[in-house]
């Protein structure tokens, strides 16, 4: 039982990435879903969660520059990242709130 995660990769500051985190049907259907980053020497920050029903959660430093969504059909939850800035390079993990994660995408923001 795995979440796997997709979308990372190296953009220009001002740039946008969309990541996405397919998860087992069964563990999708009935949990909130989030996605967390850690940038070294740093601790583990929630980004953003969203419940089965849609209602969304922001960390501060979003500041509207993520949404999170989810694909009920396909079992799949997004975070779409606009507007990146360097201080937003992290590990970026996908999460079922019930205590299952991804192994992590790296997220660079660099020119």
């Known amino acids: 039982v795995q979440l796997v995660e997709s979308g990372g990769g190296l953009v220009q500051p001002g740039g946008s990435l969309r990541l996405s985190c397919v998860a087992p049907?069964?563990?999708?259907?009935?949990?909130?879903m989030g996605w967390y980053r850690q940038a070294p020497g740093k601790a583990r920050e929630l980004v953003a969660t969203?419940?089965?029903?849609?209602?969304?959660y922001y960390g501060d430093f979003v500041k509207g520059r993520f949404t999170i969504s989810r694909d009920n059909a396909k079992n799949t939850v997004h975070l779409q990242m606009n507007s990146l800035k360097p201080e937003d390079t992290a590990m970026y993990y996908c999460?079922?709130?019930?205590?299952?994660w991804g192994q992590g995408i790296q997220v660079t923001v660099s020119s």
């Open positions: 999460a079922a709130l019930s205590g299952l």
């Open positions: 049907s069964n563990i999708f259907s009935s949990n909130g």
């Open positions: 969203i419940n089965p029903i849609g209602i969304t």
